[in-house]
Every structure is written in structure tokens, then in C-alpha cells.
């Protein structure tokens, strides 16, 4: 990554893009273990920042699962050199003790990015879809998605964020 570049992108690109998340939010999170059944809703709070000159966002957030509190991490950048979103993700609740790393074509309008998980049991890896959609300056949207080992996609996560502050 040239200097350039970067500077470039902070200006008018991804990174830019990036930086206009920059914020504390709240809103509402969504669970879906099958696709017409809710398993829980709840209150989120998170706050986004940029690190490292505007490289990368940190998306550090709370909120409950049923009863129990479930907190994450999640940094996301975009790798101007390959052309592609990235993200690592760490939570209390949804990745027990890995890290998923996921990455997405950069062509997209908005951060969408893919990563798997194992089921635990020795199968086959399951997808992990996650898009970032910010619809106007005080509105971010993030879902995830599940995605079967043959292919099946189905909508698992939605976070609907208002911007509580810059």
C-alpha cells in the first residue's frame, strides 16, 4: 500500500467509507436460528472507532441473549492492495473461541465479507456471510448470515443501529 493510496482512499474511498462509521450507536439485534422463527431481540449498544490513522474500524458492542450478556469485537478494514473487504470477529456468544476471519470482493457498495465456521462435530463448514449497509449517516445496518454447506443462505443476525453521537 503506497501512501498515496491511502491518502486517496481516506479522501474519497473505502477508508473514507469506513471513517463515516466512526460513532457510538444503538439499536435493536435480531437472532434467527431458523429462518421463520426468532429466537431472541434485544438492545444493542456499540461504538465504532477508527484506529491506526484511519486503517481500520474497531466495532466493540453489547447486548443479551435471552438472559445472558453477549459481548464482541469486530475490526474491519479494506485491503487496498488486494481490492477486498476484511474483518476478524471475536463474541462471547456467537464464535466461542476462534477468531473468524472473513473477506469480501471490494467491488460491493458496502463491506460484505465471508468467513466459516466449523460445526463442532467434525462436518463440513458452514458460511458466514456479514454486510455492513449504511443507508444514511445516522442509520448502519449489519447482518450475517448463515450459509449450509451446500449453499443455502439464510438471514441469522441484524443489528439496526441509530448514530447516538460522532
Known sequence: MGKQAFEASLATGRHRQLAQMVGD???????????DALACEAPQRGRIRSVLGGRFL??????????EPVEGVVIYGYHLDEGNWESAWVE????????????????APCADVLGSYGDGQGGPRWGWRTT???????TLVITMFNITPQGEEMRAV????TRVSR
Not at 450507536?25 to 429462518?35: N, T
Open 25 to 35: 450507536w444503538e439499536g435493536r439485534f435480531r437472532l434467527w436460528f431458523s429462518p
Open 58 to 67: 474497531i466495532h466493540e458492542y453489547e447486548t443479551r441473549y435471552n438472559d
Open 92 to 107: 462471547s456468544f456467537g464464535t466461542g473461541t476462534s477468531i473468524m476471519f472473513s473477506t469480501g470482493s471490494g467491488r
Open 132 to 138: 455492513l449497509d449504511q443507508r444514511d449517516p445516522d
Open 158 to 161: 441484524e443489528t439496526r443501529y
